[in-house]
T-cell receptor, first 114, second 114 residues
Framework: DSGVTQTPKHLITATGQRVTLRCSPR?????VYWYQQSLDQGLQFLIQ???????AKGNILERFSAQQFPDLHSELNLSSLELGDSALYFC?????????????FGPGTRLTVL | AQTVTQSQPEMSVQEAETVTLSCTYD???????LFWYKQPPSRQMILVIR??????QNATENRFSVNFQKAAKSFSLKISDSQLGDTAMYFC???????????FGKGTHLIIQP
């Protein structure tokens, strides 16, 4: 158990809908990362937040957004869903300083868009 | 842009054998970190080992060790005395050292045969 929690575990929805994925980082970690794992794109970094502020952006679509709240949990919002958004979405957290850049992953949320 | 290449889509070895998974990468950063993550059928991403680019000594964690060749930009993972529980996808990852998201290779599916 990495200490990172993600809810829900599974999500099934329809095209055009909007969903919110939730992540709680390990205790003490200020940094949260979101990744998408799909068959065709592999594991892709989406976005990173550090202590409530956006820190880095990867291959995140404009239909997707995220935020990190004062209690450090993070939410990834996916809107206008398409079939191709079906994937496993991971959240990871890290303490930037001890040791730097080591990310611990949550169990993932499996999103199915029908 | 950073790239990570894993040239072995699948490998199969007998239990107790030693196996080496290959990874090459490209980055313009001077200070970076390399990782191997394991993804068993449960889909959980589990950190196996990490290597700081500025360290010449190869990292070791029990049966897992790396061969880090900085000039060649190569970062292979050696698993000694392989066990059935080592069956998983293995992903090589690169972090630019600036708390960015990880760049992953496409993975190697390792199968340990009894």
């Amino acid at each position: 158990d990495s200490g990172v929690t993600q809810t829900p575990k599974h999500l099934i929805t329809a095209t055009g809908q909007r969903v919110t994925l939730r992540c709680s980082p390990r205790s003490g970690d200020l940094s949260v990362y979101w990744y998408q794992q799909s068959l065709d794109q592999g594991l892709q970094f989406l976005i990173q937040y550090y202590n409530g502020e956006e820190r880095a952006k990867g291959n995140i679509l404009e239909r997707f957004s995220a935020q990190q709240f004062p209690d450090l949990h993070s939410e990834l919002n996916l809107s206008s869903l398409e079939l191709g958004d079906s994937a496993l979405y991971f959240c990871a957290s890290s303490d930037l300083f001890q040791p730097p850049d080591t990310q611990y992953f949550g169990p993932g949320t499996r999103l199915t868009v029908l | 842009a950073q790239t990570v290449t894993q040239s072995q889509p699948e490998m199969s070895v007998q239990e107790a054998e030693t196996v080496t998974l290959s990874c090459t990468y490209d980055t313009s950063e001077n200070n970076y970190y390399l990782f191997w993550y394991k993804q068993p059928p449960s889909r959980q991403m589990i950190l196996v080992i990490r290597q700081e680019a500025y360290k010449q000594q190869n990292a070791t964690e029990n049966r897992f060790s790396v061969n880090f060749q900085k000039a060649a930009k190569s970062f292979s993972l050696k698993i000694s005395d392989s066990q059935l529980g080592d069956t998983a996808m293995y992903f090589c990852g690169l972090s630019g050292g600036g708390a960015d998201g990880l760049t992953f290779g496409k993975g190697t599916h390792l199968i340990i045969q009894p």
